[in-house]
């Protein structure tokens, strides 16, 4: 199995994580693992939809129709026959 050395970590990036692994039971590591895991396994599962993803986000805000813009209708497209 293969490692990794990060350096240069930020302090702060280390004690959430080292307060996340206590509240999960886990080392250090493991908890670092999981993360990367968890993240890098996420668009298997669930695929990228961007249309998903928008209405998950605004999803809190219960339902409420977007107005209809009124637009211009489309000019005809030059002829250049003539």
Do not use: H, W
């Amino acid at each position: 199995m293969s490692s990794i050395k990060i350096e240069n970590f930020d302090d702060d990036l280390i004690v959430r994580l080292q307060k996340r692994a206590e509240s999960s039971g886990r080392s250090l590591e493991a908890e670092a693992k999981e993360i990367l895991r968890a993240v890098l396994t996420e668009n298997e599962t669930y695929p990228l939809n961007i249309a998903a993803k928008i209405k998950q986000r605004f999803s809190n805000f219960g339902d409420f129709e977007i107005p209809t813009i009124v637009r211009d209708t489309l000019r005809k497209p030059p002829n250049f026959e003539d």
